[in-house]
């Protein structure tokens, strides 16, 4: 049975290739973004490459479109086996925890962290129901207790409150089929940050790994080792 996997924050950069390297490997995607030209333009793009990639808006931030989505996978095709919570913002680089605006790390916590609880919450009675399921979470570096340095605080916060998600759901659901893990990328070079030393399938390969092999749950991930929190 062909396998089912949701991008979010598919339209470009690192989740674009991470829809890419999924089609390839016969996996049917649904690419997820806010922007419905931006995402729609991004399955074209796919689909002219042969790939069996489908569109469906998402707003990470709202709770009944991912209602609305989980919705559709379970009516659509009574499973859902990926999940890779990619979709992210960086809106305070240049502060400091100091100085940094409250209003714009609430606004980055609502994408990057409760934005994949939700998507988490949402879709793991699907993949329950079949036993089986991946979830990948984006992070970074940035949130690495370890790696911490300063900019970027609500950034920062937000990467290390989702590894923190990722280690509560890898215990939670140890006894099942389904496994939790969070990966760092790299500097990646994406509209995100210009001037990264990686391409975008070196950013994607740790996260198509995850998605595809059978690796312990509740880990950090980079170029598929396991590193720090």
Do not use: H
């Not at 790939?51 to 009516?75: H, M, N, P």
């Not at 990686?198 to 590193?227: C, H, M, P, Y």
């Amino acid at each position: 049975m062909q396998k089912i996997a949701i991008v979010t924050g598919g339209n470009r950069g690192i989740g674009f290739e991470i829809c890419r390297q999924l089609a390839r490997m016969g996996i049917k995607v649904i690419l997820t973004a806010r922007d419905e030209g931006k995402g729609k333009d991004a399955v074209r793009k796919l689909q002219y490459e042969g790939l069996d990639v489908v569109f469906y808006s998402l707003d990470v931030t709202d709770e009944q479109s991912i209602k609305r989505l989980a919705g559709w996978v379970e009516r659509t095709f009574n499973r859902i086996d990926i999940l890779i919570n990619n979709a992210a913002i960086n809106i305070d680089e240049d502060c400091t925890a100091l100085k940094a605006d409250i209003n714009k790390i609430k606004e980055t916590m609502e994408t990057n962290v409760y934005g994949p609880l939700r998507l988490c919450q949402a879709l793991l009675p699907i993949m329950r129901k079949n036993n089986f399921g991946r979830i990948v979470n984006v992070s970074s570096g940035a949130g690495a207790l370890n790696e911490m340095t300063t900019g970027s605080p609500g950034y920062r916060i937000s990467k290390t409150a989702l590894n923190v998600i990722t280690k509560l759901l890898g215990n939670e659901l140890v006894a099942t089929n389904i496994t939790v893990n969070s990966l760092c990328p790299g500097r990646v070079r994406t509209d995100m940050n210009p001037n990264g030393e990686r391409s975008v399938e070196q950013g994607a390969d740790t996260a198509i790994w995850l998605a595809d092999e059978n690796v312990e749950t509740g880990k950090f991930f980079r170029d598929r080792k396991e590193i720090p929190w």
